[in-house]
Structures are given as C-alpha cells and as structure tokens.
C-alpha cells in the first residue's frame, strides 16, 4: 500500500533539469540534458505526526519546486461550500475525523494518516462561495475494504497514479497564504511552460493544529498526462 510499504515504481517516462526547469520530455529529444529517473521511493521525512503517511517518488527538483509520483490511493472525502477556504476545510474537517473515530459501520476507530488534501478551485469569485473538497487517505488497512461511512456526505475517492508538481511552505495553510503559494507555483510554471491542470489545486497540509513550530504545508498541482516539451 502507498501509505506504508508501496510498491517499487519505474516510469517509462524522463524528465529533464536545467535551466528551463524540470519538465517532462519526449525520449528523443534527450540529448544533451540532465536525466532523472524514479528509483526509489522517498519517505516523508517531515511528516511527524502520524504513523501512517502518504508515500512518493521523487522524480526531480529545483530550487522553486519539486516533481512527485504518486500511486493510486483510496482516500475518504467531503465537499464543503464556503467562501473562504479555511472554513470549508474547517466544516468538512469536523465530518472526516468523526468517521475516522467511529462514525462509521462497525464503529471502527482508525489512526490519524497524513496529509491531509484540499481540493481548490481556481475559478473563484469574492462574491460567490466556492466548493472545497477535504480528503483524509484511508489507512493501509482499510485501502481495499474501508467501513462505510453513517454520514451521507462522506464518500470514497479513487485518486489515480499521477505526476505532480509541488511547492512547499512553512507556517499555516490559511486561505491567503494557500493562494499566495499557488499563485508564487504557477508563475514559475508557467515560466517554464509547464503543461498541468489549470482548474484546481490541492492545498496540503501535515500537522495537527497542536503543532506550533516546523510546520510543513504544500500546493500541488497535478501534471497533464500527454505533456510534452
């Protein structure tokens, strides 16, 4: 399971690092560029708190952001409408960390895991509230046959194997800073002409609100399936 023991993963797929960024290419445009390809899997060294954490493959890296391999991954998941992203992920919260204390058939009770995903549109205006998605990754154990949820708001995400680019960020995932760093993302991505998915974004974060120092929160924003430079 990609919350504890994944499964070692090779891509067929290059990308390249330099001073475009690091981006996806075709095979038979290699030449003369720096490659790397997945390996080994990379532990979450900054996700302290939980036992069980969501597991990548580092793919490459720059100093603005990161490229990250993710497998499939089951994960339980709410929508909430709100105008501000912290009182969505708020209210959405609340439901999620009932059904992982109990609120489910057979009242089984299951482990905190990390991190803990909000999904964000881009296409939000100051007038209207926006939907925001909370998603929790379901333990390793309960991956293939989770518990059904008793509360009808909750429901079961498929999340595919994907490519994502990452930006990483200390303090707290608030609505502003959450937009400052996506914002501060896609200008670079757009710089190196990145293809990726432009409707939403996953704002990420690992700590409990208890944790006051070493914060670590992410923006995400997956990358398009054919891209190509």
Known sequence: ??????????????????????????????????????????????????????????????????????????????????????????????????????????????????????????????????VYTLNFPLPAAYQEKPPAPTNDKLYFTEMPEMDVYVRSYGGWMLSVTSRLHAHLLTKELERVRASYNHSYHYGVGYDSPLKLLNRHNEVWYVANISEET
Not at 66 to 88: I, K, L, N, Q
Not at 117 to 129: A, D, F, G, N
Request: aromatic share 10%.
């Open 1 to 130: 399971m990609p919350l504890s023991t994944p499964d070692h993963w090779v891509d067929p797929r290059v990308f390249r690092v330099g001073s475009s960024g690091c981006l996806k290419v075709k095979a038979e445009n290699l030449k003369g560029i720096v490659l790397l390809l997945l390996q080994e899997h990379t532990n979450t060294s900054f996700c302290t708190e939980s036992k069980e954490c969501l597991e990548y493959e580092l793919v490459c890296k720059t100093d603005e952001y990161e490229v990250r391999h993710y497998s499939p991954t089951r994960w339980v998941s709410t929508d909430a409408e709100a105008y501000f992203m912290g009182v969505g992920a708020a209210m959405a919260f609340r439901r999620l960390f009932q059904y992982i204390t109990g609120a489910n058939e057979g009242g089984i009770q299951m482990e905190m895991t990390a991190p803990v995903l909000v999904k964000i549109p881009e296409e939000t205006k100051m007038w209207e509230p926006a």
